[in-house]
């Protein structure tokens, strides 16, 4: 299978790319991997360094909204899992136009592509946060859209031009909607690696608000594994939620971070929170787990102290990642 991978050198694409090659994903084993990837500040060659030399693998710098690049790039391939976006709220809440531009209209030019090039099978990949936020319970995948943030509204506006796809031109997609990622080659911008190297250098972090917020954590390696029975599985038209069942509040994970550093809660900076910040997020995965077999297999604790020892260990991948990004 020659299998496309949009976004590939980011956190969750990189870590979906490694397992592939290494013959670790149900349906992949074999598999010819391209990557296509603009490099903007949270793509990273460095992800991918341990699959260069791999003669399976192929890196393409290019753009999803680059007509010419994907009509020339695309035929030949027999899916595509697209992971390209940007993906960071407060980003958002800032500038909207990129989270525009990309995930919807990127979204719809490697749309187009696919029809044209007769694409075979496409997995569109999404999150929770399309949702909105939920007080009690969990969304099943027929929840209506509510999404609250300028990232998150424009995600739901990519599912719902991947869906039309399907409807209106029989474009094989599926779609997937993951809880909160965390694991290794994460970019430090985001709570958990963010936390983690700021207290390995016993510098503060900031907690939005009361630190009440929830959230479900999915380790990485259980979601590329989603994405892969998907690929291989899923039904055209069909929306499968992916989490990872462990739901906890930013104070709570603070509270575990703290105790993994040895820092306590003097490196804590209570700062005003996010507008538009969804209190909890919470998905149910009865029909992944019920259709394809899918269970989270990563224990949270389990999964946090690797990913701990991962970013102490790694001060080589991070350090100039933070500095560049103005997060030292």
Known sequence: MRVLVTGGAGFIGSNLVRRALADELPGLEGSEVTVLDALTYSGNPANLASVEDSPRY???????????????????????????????????????????????????RLLDAAVEAGIPRFVHVSTDEVYGSIDEGSWTEEQLLEPNSPYSASKAGSDLLARSYHRTHGLDVSITRCSNNYGPYHFPE????????????GRPVPLYGDGGNVRDWLHVDDHVRGIAL????????????????????????????????????????????????????????????????????????????????????????????KQRAGLD
């Open 190 to 201: 985001k709570l958990i690696p963010l936390f983690v190297t700021n207290l390995l250098d």
């Open 230 to 321: 998907v690929l291989q599985g899923g039904r055209a038209g069909e929306i499968y939620n992916i989490g990872g069942g462990t739901e906890l509040s930013n104070r709570e994970i603070t509270e575990l971070l703290l105790e993994a550093t040895g820092r306590d809660w003097s490196s804590v900076e209570p700062v005003e929170d996010r507008k538009g910040h969804d209190r909890r997020y919470s998905v149910d995965i009865a029909k992944i787990r019920r259709e394809l077999g899918y269970a989270p297999r990563v224990g949270f604790r389990e999964g946090l102290a690797a990913v701990v020892d991962w970013y102490r260990e790694r001060r080589d991948w991070w350090e100039p990642l």
């Open 58 to 108: 192929r890196f393409v710098h290019g753009d999803i909204r680059d007509r010419e690049l994907l009509a020339g790039l695309l035929p030949g391939h027999d899916a595509i899992l697209h992971l390209a976006a940007e993906s960071h709220v407060d980003r958002s809440v800032r500038d909207a136009a990129p989270f525009v531009d990309t995930n919807v209209g990127g979204t719809q």
